[in-house]
């Protein structure tokens, strides 16, 4: 399926949860609760569709064809 | 050790229950290179830090998030880049979410030319973040009467600016900072505008209880002794402030006695 991350076309695998995509852009394996495995602060947040998902969501929330999202992280700035 | 020293050394600043030995945030913008950053944090000795919420970028090489937790420093996002209470309502959600924090610096702006905070959508989010359960650090106009509406509507602390973002300026209308500051009952952070290490000693002199600033050392030609520079002013300005200043004169007043003086022929 192909969705919308942080403005550019993304393919990924059908049925793939919000998990599976910060996981797979951000190289760091996840747990159930949205944490990374390596014990690591990972330090992203989720927009789908104008809306936020909680990380303790990622795992259930699964993405639909032309799903728009946004991916955030913390960047020098103010 | 005297009591005077003792007494600095409890002088903490203390933010939603939170307690900080430096009484000066920093900003992150403008560095050219993450471990140059670091380096001037380091130097400037802060423990609250702001940060900007952007997409993320796999090129990016290091985490600043990371770097502020490898140095204990305490993390403050901020909604920089929103001209809307909506975008900076939806700002502060996906900061609370990545870095696990509820403190969020609002900066709602009018417009790019000025970065002037629009009152109007300040106050909106504002409102709108404390209902979320947000801690609102309001990055406010040099106006006593918005700091005060501010303050009412549940901000954590208000933060006047001393000139527009960038500019280096200093504090433009102290008046307004020191009324700002007598009618607060919560803290006050100077933000904004500072150039040099001279108008942070003079926002503590004037009796707010911290200052935030960025440009003023990321781009100065030693950041890191700029940072340094910075963590003895606002020391210096602090300590004046509770020393309390003499009182301006018109005339000259001798600090040597007249009596007693020698003669000569």
């Known amino acids: 399926m192909n969705i919308t991350l942080n403005g550019t076309a993304h393919a990924l695998s059908d049925g793939a949860s919000v998990t599976t995509l910060v996981s797979q ?3 760091r394996v996840l747990d159930h609760s949205g944490q990374a495995s390596d014990g690591g602060k990972l330090g992203v947040a989720v927009a789908r569709n104008s809306e936020v998902v909680p990380r303790s ?7 639909a064809e032309g799903d728009e999202l946004e991916l955030v992280t913390a960047v020098q700035g103010g | 050790m005297t009591a005077a020293s003792t007494e600095v050394r409890t002088d903490s600043l203390v933010i939603d229950g ?3 030995g ?4 920093m900003g992150t913008g403008g560095a050219p290179s993450l471990d140059g950053l670091g380096a001037a944090l380091l130097a400037s000795g802060t ?3 702001t940060v900007a919420m952007r997409r993320y970028s796999p090129a990016e090489t290091g985490s600043l ?4 937790m490898d140095h204990n420093i305490r993390v403050l996002p901020n909604t920089a880049g929103c001209f809307t209470a909506k975008d900076a309502v939806m700002t502060a959600e996906l900061a609370r979410e990545a870095l696990e924090t509820d403190w969020v610096k609002l900066e709602v702006i009018a417009d790019e030319h000025t970065l002037l905070p629009d009152a109007v959508e300040l106050v909106d989010a504002t409102e709108q973040l404390v209902n979320r359960g947000f801690k609102v650090f309001a990055y406010t106009n040099d106006d006593p009467v918005l700091a005060l509406r501010l303050e009412n509507l549940g901000a954590t602390a208000v ?6 973002i960038g500019t280096g300026l200093g504090i433009l209308n102290p008046h307004n900072i020191e009324l700002i500051v007598s009618r607060a009952s919560v803290p006050v ?8 290490a001279s108008d942070a000693a003079l926002a503590m002199e004037l009796g707010c209880d911290a200052v935030l600033l960025a440009t003023a050392v990321t781009r100065a030609q030693n950041p890191v002794q700029m940072g340094e520079a910075f963590k003895h002013a606002v020391i210096a300005g602090r300590l004046a402030k509770q020393a309390g200043r003499i009182p301006r004169r018109e005339h000259a007043l001798a600090s040597s006695a007249m009596e007693g003086r020698a003669e000569f022929l």
Request: charged content about 10%; proline content about 5%; overall charge negative.
């Open chain 2, 18 to 20: 939170v307690e900080f």
């Open chain 2, 189 to 196: 952070v100077l933000d904004a505008g500072i150039g040099t």
């Open chain 1, 57 to 63: 969501q990622w795992a259930a929330t699964t993405l």
């Open chain 2, 22 to 25: 430096s009484r000066l945030i």
């Open chain 2, 65 to 68: 998030f990371q770097l502020l």
């Open chain 2, 159 to 164: 933060m006047p600016l001393g000139a527009p």
């Open chain 1, 25 to 27: 852009v951000t190289g």
């Open chain 2, 47 to 49: 423990e609250l830090t």
